[in-house]
């Protein structure tokens, strides 16, 4: 089983940046690459970024790409996503999700799944 705790999000205006958490515990979390997905009112659940725990791997979804920034402190058990120039179509639930491979990046290939947290970007 692999535990995950998604933290930080909240208000921000567009142009603003937020980085949030995500902790990860359980006996075999390490085996598992850590992917951000979020998902807006009434939308599916995008790709947001995926990184392996060595840090040595990481992928940004297209949206996104240039702006956010995954990373991984191993040390600490917990991965991060920097948000830069956020628009208001970032609004969303931010998901921290394990799957079995960095090459994953539809929802359905994830295994285990944070609470979620809200990022809201004002106009």
């Known amino acids: 089983q692999v535990q995950l705790v998604e933290s930080g999000g909240g208000l921000v205006q567009a142009g603003g940046s937020l980085r949030i958490s995500c902790a990860a515990s359980g006996r075999t979390f390490g085996r598992y690459a850590m992917g951000w997905f979020r998902q807006a009112a009434g939308k599916e659940r995008e790709f947001v970024a995926v990184?392996?725990?060595?840090?040595?791997?990481?992928f940004h979804g297209d949206s996104v790409k240039g702006r956010f920034t995954v990373s991984v402190d191993a040390t600490k058990n917990t991965i991060y996503l920097q948000m830069n120039s956020l628009k208001p179509e970032d609004t969303a639930v931010y998901y921290c999700?394990?799957?079995?491979?960095?090459?994953?990046?539809?929802?359905?290939?994830?295994?285990?799944w944070g609470q979620g947290t809200q990022v809201t970007v004002s106009s």
């Open positions: 990184i392996n725990w060595n840090g040595r791997a990481s």
């Open positions: 999700a394990a799957g079995r491979s960095v090459e994953f990046r539809s929802s359905g290939e994830y295994d285990y």
